[in-house]
């Protein structure tokens, strides 16, 4: 494929996310910003989520996994429905009764001033470690596909990729960002399905043994029920399920799309609905990442060093220029669909939780938040730019094992902080909370460090981000004081 193909389509596709910025940021505030007016329709909403949940590293690193895990993943993604029945049936009740911009203002109501911050810095890190990973994988096809051919280093291409995000969110935010996902999910879904059927047919298959194909492959089992390693059904399902509520519910990326609804009925409905549609969605990239194997021993592929270069590679270099296309539309909406919300919900965080925006009163007041917001977003473009190229050099395994791995440590305190307010009725020193949500991550670390020798060969995987939650947990009790009224 020829990077001035390449260029052309990628080109399209960004005038058309531009034009949906110019239609939905007409007349826009810091309310449409940060909460979209409350009016999106929540089948939008849920479809949408379906490409910010999945993004570049399910479209690029479970297919790569599959070789070394099989569908285990697919013990987590069942998992994940627990997570978000909890989410639509006790936390957004409580946001939506709440009335908030920002979940973690539920904090300060809570406990105070100083939880309120903490959990709030948490996202920060979280989400800014999350979307730089996500970015990191799509400027990398791009770096593969157009700009080595030309010469042009990787850092100019973060840097494209980043700039390009700006370019159709500063404006209208979270209203634009409901509307741009769901295109964006339509053509990663797009992308997964031709994808399978060229397969398919290069293999000479009905779509009735395509299944049985897959099924009767070495890659297919499901279940594991050794207890030592990562990949035991328990860690996994019950890792998937508080991955869901921290990662989801405790998110304001995610969260923010939600408390755009007009209504909590509607915003369940939209959680239920894309909830069940993730499974299906899962077990597609599962599907595909099989075949990808398939495809490659039956035709001689010698196989990447890197699992997550498994499927740029065959789309790229093997396939039709069809599937090229698609592939090079599917990754680039899948990593844009999360880093684009990402952003968003970033600039989001900080001005209400950090610059304490309030509603706007005055004229005067309009303009000056938006000049500050204006530069809050320039702000976290440039800190996703630096976060990138770090990563780069440090990268060195699957992107998928590593999101994961830092939201164990991120997002533990937040499991813990609202674990605690959710069902205690103590109050806490909450001077003291900062200090307990940074000394837990450390201490769940050296736990996962040591685990084999300290518990008989026991290996923590994503459950780590449990034992994180737990140590919080123990922490607050420790600085606990009086009963709320």
């Given at each position: 494929?020829?990077?001035?193909?390449?260029?052309?389509?990628?080109?399209?596709?960004?005038l058309l996310l531009i034009l949906i910025s110019?239609?939905?940021?007409?007349?826009?505030?810091?309310?449409?910003?940060?909460?979209?007016?409350?009016?999106?329709?929540?089948?939008?909403?849920?479809?949408?989520?379906?490409?910010?949940?999945?993004?570049?590293?399910?479209?690029?690193?479970?297919?790569?996994?599959?070789?070394?895990?099989?569908?285990?993943?697919?013990?987590?993604?069942?998992?994940?429905?627990?997570?978000?029945?909890?989410?639509?049936?006790?936390?957004?009740?409580?946001?939506?009764?709440?009335?908030?911009?920002?979940?973690?203002?539920?904090?300060?109501?809570?406990?105070?001033?100083?939880?309120?911050?903490?959990?709030?810095?948490?996202?920060?890190?979280?989400?800014?470690?999350?979307?730089?990973?996500?970015?990191?994988l799509v400027a990398g096809v791009l770096q593969?596909?157009?700009?080595?051919?030309?010469?042009?280093?990787?850092?100019?291409?973060?840097?494209?990729?980043?700039?390009?995000?700006?370019?159709?969110?500063?404006?209208?935010?979270?209203?634009?960002?409901?509307?741009?996902?769901?295109?964006?999910?339509?053509?990663?879904?797009?992308?997964?399905?031709?994808?399978?059927?060229?397969?398919?047919?290069?293999?000479?298959?009905?779509?009735?043994?395509?299944?049985?194909?897959?099924?009767?492959?070495?890659?297919?089992?499901?279940?594991?029920?050794?207890?030592?390693?990562?990949?035991?059904?328990?860690?996994?399902?019950?890792?998937?399920?508080?991955?869901?509520?921290?990662?989801?519910?405790?998110?304001?990326?995610?969260?923010?799309?939600?408390?755009?609804?007009?209504?909590?009925?509607?915003?369940?409905?939209?959680?239920?609905?894309?909830?069940?549609?993730?499974?299906?969605?899962?077990?597609?990239?599962?599907?595909?990442?099989?075949?990808?194997?398939?495809?490659?021993?039956?035709?001689?592929?010698?196989?990447?060093?890197?699992?997550?270069?498994?499927?740029?590679?065959?789309?790229?270099?093997?396939?039709?220029?069809?599937?090229?296309?698609?592939?090079?539309?599917?990754?680039?909406?899948?990593?844009?669909?999360?880093?684009?919300?990402?952003?968003?919900?970033?600039?989001?965080?900080?001005?209400?939780?950090?610059?304490?925006?309030?509603?706007?009163?005055?004229?005067?007041?309009?303009?000056?938040?938006?000049?500050?917001?204006?530069?809050?977003?320039?702000?976290?473009?440039?800190?996703?730019?630096g976060v990138i190229m770090f990563f780069q050099?440090?990268?060195?395994?699957?992107?998928?094992?590593?999101?994961?791995?830092?939201?164990?440590?991120?997002?533990?305190?937040?499991?813990?902080?609202?674990?605690?307010?959710?069902?205690?009725?103590?109050?806490?020193?909450?001077?003291?909370?900062?200090?307990?949500?940074?000394?837990?991550?450390?201490?769940?670390?050296?736990?996962?460090?040591?685990?084999?020798?300290?518990?008989?060969?026991?290996?923590?995987?994503?459950?780590?981000?449990?034992?994180?939650?737990?140590?919080?947990?123990?922490?607050?009790?420790?600085?606990?004081?009086?009963?709320?009224?």
């Open positions: 494929m020829s990077a001035n193909l390449v260029v052309t389509i990628i080109s399209s596709y960004f110019l239609l939905t940021s007409r007349k826009t505030d810091s309310n449409t910003f940060f909460t979209g007016n409350r009016q999106s329709p929540w089948f939008l909403v849920a479809f949408g989520m379906i490409g910010a949940s999945l993004s570049g590293v399910t479209f690029i690193s479970v297919p790569g996994w599959v070789s070394s895990t099989q569908f285990s993943y697919m013990q987590m993604v069942l998992g994940y429905l627990v997570g978000y029945l909890v989410i639509g049936t006790v936390l957004m009740p409580l946001y939506y009764r709440l009335k908030l911009i920002s979940i973690y203002g539920y904090l300060e109501d809570r406990f105070g001033f100083w939880s309120y911050k903490t959990g709030a810095f948490y996202f920060l890190l979280s989400r800014t470690i999350g979307a730089a990973f996500r970015l990191f593969i596909a157009i700009f080595d051919s030309w010469g042009i280093p990787f850092s100019l291409t973060v840097l494209i990729t980043i700039s390009l995000i700006w370019l159709y969110t500063f404006r209208g935010g979270i209203k634009t960002i409901v509307w741009t996902d769901t295109l964006q999910t339509l053509f990663m879904l797009l992308a997964v399905v031709v994808v399978i059927d060229l397969i398919r047919t290069d293999l000479g298959l009905s779509f009735s043994t395509l299944t049985s194909i897959i099924q009767d492959s070495e890659y297919s089992q499901i279940f594991f029920w050794d207890w030592k390693p990562k990949i035991n059904f328990f860690k996994q399902f019950f890792s998937g399920a508080f991955i869901a509520i921290v990662m989801t519910g405790l998110d304001q990326d995610m969260m923010q799309k939600n408390l755009t609804c007009k209504t909590l009925g509607d915003a369940q409905k939209n959680m239920f609905w894309f909830s069940i549609t993730l499974v299906v969605v899962n077990l597609l990239f599962l599907s595909l990442g099989a075949l990808l194997y398939i495809y490659a021993t039956k035709n001689g592929i010698t196989l990447p060093e890197k699992t997550d270069d498994l499927f740029p590679m065959l789309a790229l270099n093997h396939f039709p220029l069809v599937a090229g296309i698609l592939f090079l539309l599917g990754i680039t909406a899948a990593a844009y669909s999360s880093a684009d919300s990402a952003l968003t919900a970033l600039t989001t965080s900080f001005c209400v939780d950090f610059l304490n925006f309030l509603p706007e009163d005055t004229i005067a007041m309009r303009s000056k938040q938006r000049k500050t917001r204006l530069m809050v977003h320039l702000g976290f473009s440039a800190l996703l730019f050099m440090i990268n060195d395994e699957a992107v998928i094992s590593s999101v994961f791995k830092a939201a164990g440590y991120t997002y533990g305190p937040l499991l813990g902080l609202y674990t605690f307010g959710l069902f205690s009725t103590w109050k806490v020193r909450d001077a003291w909370v900062p200090l307990v949500c940074i000394v837990s991550p450390i201490v769940a670390y050296l736990l996962s460090e040591f685990s084999e020798e300290l518990l008989a060969g026991y290996q923590f995987g994503f459950e780590i981000l449990i034992v994180n939650g737990f140590l919080t947990f123990l922490g607050l009790m420790l600085i606990k004081k009086g009963r709320s009224n």
